[in-house]
């Protein structure tokens, strides 16, 4: 069963968390704006959804060269990263809207990205951002031992000490092994951990919608290629396998420099189970952003570029992160807390590639206990 006997401490910098929340409910009622998608973000979902889905009317529609086929096909990996960053993501998280119904429709494109939005919601909002980098529970750093170590509580083996190099092509890999085999497990291990029901729905309707999605995102980006696109079917496959690697790397790129970076803590619970750091405070501690400045990019990543925001505020969409930054750069100051923040995206990657680095040449990483 599932171990929620591990806590926080609420006597440490509790604060911090207390001024934050009042300072941007202010900003809210001030603005007297909602804490949910505006027109801005209503344009990006079907920019995005379009960015996604064009491609693939253009390859059922008219015949091509090889080479337009494939790069349709790229076009595709992108706007597959960008749905899922920028409008699945928001939705899932309760952030979209006020109204829970809009908040699953618009969820529910997870099916056309290959996954299951029940599974995603336990993995990412229930364990990784309720216990960001704790080794155990959330599964963000729990990749596959034998051929990834993201966290310094692992194990540490010798092919670790390559996963610098290495860990980009694992990343591209992540989507594709999501649409083939990630959600079964993810149902039998959550099944198993008591967090399926947390979700309401049974386990049994909880297969039928895994096995309808993976059925409907197989129809429309397998079959129909297959059937009405006028190149050889090997070349829809190779099309498919494109789209999904660069949505995998995409997605990799993003979101692993906010966690497994140098700045990075790892908390580790006691014999009791509970962890001597505050929540939002640990937040501070295991989460950066990068590339605050870089708005087309910010605009293409749903904001996750300030990760730090996204992690405080969850429930908040995207589009308002920007301008929450400032507030919770300032309170963390005044609280002589940390706010990691890399000035541009290659930083944070490269920032990334010397954790990956670390962790893969040597056994202990700064942890707290």
């Avoid at 009622?29 to 995005?48: D, E, G, L, Q, Y």
């Avoid at 949505?247 to 006691?270: E, K």
């Amino acid at each position: 069963m599932f171990n929620s006997n591990v806590t926080f401490a609420k006597t440490h910098n509790e604060e911090f968390h207390k001024v934050l929340r009042k300072r941007v409910g202010d900003y809210f009622k001030t603005k007297n704006i909602s804490r949910h998608a505006n027109a801005a973000m209503v344009f990006k979902t079907i920019a995005m959804l379009a960015f996604y889905l064009t491609p693939l009317c253009f390859l059922l529609t008219v015949e091509m060269s090889t080479w337009l086929v494939l790069l349709m096909w790229t076009i595709m990996g992108f706007g597959m990263a960008g749905v899922g960053l920028s409008v699945m993501h928001d939705a899932n998280h309760g952030a979209y809207s006020k109204n829970e119904k809009v908040n699953k429709i618009i969820g529910s494109v997870i099916m056309i990205l290959g996954g299951n939005d029940v599974n995603w919601k336990i993995q990412h909002n229930v364990l990784h951002h309720t216990y960001t980098n704790v080794t155990g529970l959330d599964e963000d750093i729990e990749p596959p031992e034998a051929l990834l170590r993201f966290s310094p509580n692992k194990k540490r083996n010798a092919l670790h000490r390559f996963q610098h190099v290495y860990a980009w092509f694992f990343y591209g890999l992540m989507t594709m092994f999501w649409f083939i085999s990630k959600d079964y497990k993810q149902a039998r291990r959550f099944k198993k951990m008591g967090l399926i029901e947390s979700q309401s729905i049974t386990y049994a309707n909880h297969w039928i919608t895994i096995i309808v999605g993976k059925i409907i995102f197989a129809f429309i980006f397998i079959v129909l290629p297959i059937w009405l696109c006028e190149t050889p079917w090997y070349i829809s496959i190779l099309g498919i396998t494109i789209m999904l690697f660069i949505s995998g790397l995409t997605l990799g790129a993003i979101f692993q420099p906010a966690h497994v970076v140098p700045t990075s803590n790892y908390p580790v619970p006691d014999d009791s189970g509970n962890i001597d750091a505050d929540w939002a405070v640990s937040q501070l501690y295991n989460t950066a952003n990068f590339a605050p400045k870089a708005r087309l990019f910010s605009w293409y990543v749903g904001g996750l570029n300030f990760q730090v925001e996204h992690h405080l505020f969850p429930n908040i969409c995207h589009v308002h992160y920007r301008k929450l930054a400032n507030i919770v750069k300032q309170t963390a100051a005044e609280f002589n807390l940390p706010y990691h923040s890399y000035n541009t995206f290659g930083r944070a990657l490269l920032e990334h590639s010397k954790m990956l680095y670390k962790l893969g040449h040597y056994d202990n990483a700064p942890a707290i206990h």
